[in-house]
Structures are given as structure tokens and as C-alpha cells.
């Protein structure tokens, strides 16, 4: 929902369903050209009980992205049950990247 409205600048309409989501379809629009700064990884949270990505990185469609720091190894996510624990002190996983903005690209 979130990644859409960002990137497509519209989000997506359902047939049965969500009547927020149909009305934010129909009435909210998100005017800049964003994209992903590091791509959709598989997860940005990831719990024992819940996995799902629901942090991101935007940047304009116009910026160069420079170095990206890649998503934790999920073999050492899944020896941990999820997150928090004594590895990974948050549930919510650092998604890093460095985005080149105006005059330095």
C-alpha cells in the first residue's frame, strides 16, 4: 500500500474489499516521481511472529544511489527466533543506503 502510493503516486484499488483503500485510490495522489533507494528486500521486520517489510528508503527518481548496505543474513535471523534479540537489538532491521543529492552527483 505504502510502497505504491510512494512510488506509483496512486494506491492500488481493490475489488472486495478495503473501503479505505478504495477511497485513498480514489481521492489521495502523491505528485513526485520516488523511487526505492536499495530495492524491496525480503523484510525489514521480522518477528517470531511476523515478517514483512514495512520500512523503506525513498529518494527522487533523479538521485544517484551510492553505496547500499545489505539486509542481515536470514540464517543468523532465523538462529535468533526474531527480533529483538542479543544479535539483532531491534525487530526493525537497519536498511542503509547513501543517496547522492544535488550538486555532489
Given at each position: 500500500?505504502?510502497?505504491?502510493?510512494?512510488?506509483?503516486?496512486?494506491?492500488?484499488?481493490?475489488?472486495?474489499?478495503?473501503?479505505?483503500?478504495?477511497?485513498?485510490?480514489?481521492?489521495?495522489?502523491?505528485?513526485?516521481?520516488?523511487?526505492?533507494?536499495?530495492?524491496?528486500?525480503n523484510y525489514t521486520n521480522y518477528t517470531?511472529?511476523?515478517?514483512?517489510?514495512?520500512?523503506?528508503?525513498?529518494?527522487?527518481?533523479?538521485?544517484?544511489?551510492?553505496?547500499?548496505?545489505?539486509?542481515?543474513?536470514?540464517?543468523?535471523?532465523?538462529?535468533?527466533?526474531?527480533?529483538?534479540?542479543a544479535i539483532f537489538p531491534s525487530d526493525?532491521?537497519?536498511?542503509?543506503?547513501?543517496?547522492?543529492?544535488?550538486?555532489t552527483v
Amino acid at each position: 500500500l505504502v510502497h505504491a502510493y510512494l512510488t506509483d503516486g496512486v494506491v492500488s484499488q481493490v475489488e472486495n474489499g478495503d473501503e479505505l483503500q478504495n477511497f485513498l485510490h480514489k481521492n489521495v495522489r502523491n505528485p513526485l516521481k520516488l523511487t526505492l533507494a536499495r530495492g524491496e528486500p525480503n523484510y525489514t521486520n521480522y518477528t517470531a511472529d511476523f515478517k514483512d517489510v514495512i520500512d523503506y528508503i525513498v529518494c527522487d527518481k533523479n538521485s544517484t544511489v551510492g553505496h547500499v548496505t545489505l539486509s542481515p543474513n536470514l540464517s543468523d535471523l532465523e538462529k535468533s527466533e526474531g527480533c529483538p534479540s542479543a544479535i539483532f537489538p531491534s525487530d526493525h532491521l537497519p536498511i542503509i543506503s547513501d543517496i547522492l543529492l544535488g550538486d555532489t552527483v
